[in-house]
């Protein structure tokens, strides 16, 4: 038997950590939690979290590789490189898929129960909407490395039917506790929070395009309890198989989340436009909205939090309660 009944990587990072503290309220701590620390401060988000061990991740394929490590019963691959920004290709296709290639494979041989974190990012500029199904899979066109090297793992899955067997999740827009050491690239709940308390005022891209107002640009908000959920919902199901969108299905603007943290905070909402860099215009996705359908059939029927209660459960809950920039 091995020692650990669950890994779970990227531990530290933010839907990572997450899951952790959820299997440890579930009454599970026989974890290996894997992930790369570096010099960011990601490692607070471990403070308070039961596990049974910590790897570095490249110490976890070099145990896999000389057969040290025994499988356990799941394995929630959740690290990857997550810039958009990224501009080393080769550095992505190595982490983000050859990575999660070998690692699948190494479940696949020994009947461990595989979910992975796809993106989004997967559907560039939505164009062609945000089915999940299998057939759309192949069609779709990344705007940028990190999307394409998530979209790269689920062909390589697609084309070996490995979706028979494992579990991907298509995360839209997640916010919530543990994201503050992503930088720029945590969540506008987090930066409006910290925007507000430091100047009074939210600042948000104008539009520049006709059928949306200033602010009006929407996404998928899905709070990360609900995205831990599915995941591990997916992962107590092995007969539940296949790549998954997980979003609401409900597209909100930013406006609507600027104005929930206001709310949250018991202030009026004080909402500035600010001009959208000249790079990014050609780049910018004006809506996104999960199509939830495939996950809903699969069985997942579970209502999401709103918008409004999850940015008060995360503002109040977490950022103000803890007087924490971490979130």
Same mark, same amino acid.
């Given at each position: 038997?091995?020692?650990?009944?669950?890994?779970?990587?990227?531990?530290?990072?933010?839907?990572?950590?997450?899951?952790?503290?959820?299997?440890?309220?579930? =009454? @599970?701590?026989?974890?290996?939690?894997?992930?790369?620390?570096? $010099?960011?401060?990601?490692?607070?988000?471990?403070?308070?979290?039961?596990?049974?061990?910590?790897?570095?991740?490249?110490?976890?394929?070099?145990?896999?590789?000389?057969?040290?490590?025994?499988?356990?019963?799941?394995?929630?691959?959740?690290?990857?490189?997550?810039?958009?920004?990224?501009?080393?290709?080769?550095?992505?296709?190595?982490?983000?898929?050859?990575?999660?290639?070998?690692?699948? %494979?190494?479940?696949?041989?020994?009947?461990?129960?595989?979910?992975? @974190?796809?993106?989004?990012?997967?559907?560039?500029? =939505?164009?062609?909407?945000?089915?999940?199904?299998?057939?759309?899979?192949?069609?779709?066109?990344?705007?940028?490395?990190?999307?394409?090297?998530?979209?790269?793992?689920?062909?390589?899955?697609?084309?070996?039917?490995?979706?028979?067997?494992?579990?991907?999740?298509?995360?839209?827009?997640?916010?919530?506790?543990?994201?503050?050491?992503?930088?720029?690239?945590?969540?506008?709940?987090?930066?409006?929070?910290?925007?507000?308390?430091?100047?009074?005022?939210?600042?948000?891209?104008?539009?520049?395009?006709? %059928?949306?107002?200033?602010?009006?640009?929407?996404?998928?908000?899905?709070?990360?309890?609900? @995205?831990?959920?599915?995941?591990?919902?997916?992962?107590?199901?092995?007969?539940?198989?296949?790549?998954?969108?997980?979003? $609401?299905?409900?597209?909100?603007?930013?406006?609507?989340?600027?104005?929930?943290?206001?709310?949250?905070?018991?202030?009026?909402?004080?909402?500035?436009?600010?001009?959208?860099?000249?790079?990014?215009?050609?780049?910018?996705?004006?809506?996104?909205? @999960?199509?939830?359908?495939?996950?809903?059939?699969?069985? &997942?029927?579970?209502?999401? $939090?709103?918008?409004?209660?999850?940015?008060?459960? &995360?503002?109040?809950?977490?950022?103000?309660?803890?007087?924490?920039?971490?979130?």
């Amino acid at each position: 038997m091995s020692e650990f009944r669950v890994i779970v990587t990227g531990g530290a990072g933010f839907i990572g950590s997450q899951v952790v503290r959820e299997l440890n309220r579930r =009454g @599970a701590d026989d974890i290996l939690v894997v992930d790369h620390l570096g $010099t960011s401060d990601k490692w607070r988000n471990l403070v308070g979290l039961r596990f049974a061990d910590y790897l570095e991740k490249d110490d976890l394929l070099r145990r896999i590789g000389d057969g040290s490590l025994d499988p356990p019963q799941a394995v929630f691959h959740l690290g990857a490189c997550s810039a958009t920004t990224e501009r080393d290709a080769s550095y992505l296709a190595a982490n983000n898929f050859a990575y999660t290639r070998d690692l699948c %494979a190494w479940c696949l041989e020994h009947g461990t129960r595989f979910v992975y @974190a796809s993106s989004a990012a997967t559907y560039g500029d =939505g164009s062609q909407g945000y089915s999940d199904a299998d057939e759309v899979t192949p069609t779709l066109r990344p705007l940028n490395m990190y999307g394409y090297s998530k979209h790269m793992f689920d062909l390589w899955a697609l084309r070996r039917d490995a979706f028979k067997l494992i579990a991907g999740l298509k995360y839209f827009n997640v916010y919530g506790p543990g994201e503050a050491h992503k930088g720029d690239m945590r969540s506008v709940v987090h930066k409006a929070w910290g925007q507000i308390r430091e100047r009074g005022y939210v600042e948000l891209f104008r539009s520049h395009r006709e %059928a949306y107002e200033d602010g009006g640009q929407v996404r998928d908000f899905i709070y990360v309890k609900d @995205a831990v959920d599915v995941t591990l919902w997916l992962g107590e199901r092995r007969e539940v198989s296949g790549l998954f969108n997980c979003g $609401t299905g409900e597209a909100r603007s930013w406006n609507d989340l600027a104005a929930a943290v206001f709310r949250a905070l018991g202030r009026d909402p004080d909402i500035r436009y600010i001009e959208m860099p000249e790079a990014l215009r050609g780049k910018y996705q004006y809506h996104t909205q @999960a199509d939830p359908r495939k996950l809903r059939a699969a069985g &997942y029927d579970r209502a999401f $939090t709103s918008l409004e209660d999850g940015v008060a459960d &995360y503002v109040v809950g977490h950022l103000e309660a803890d007087g924490d920039p971490r979130g």
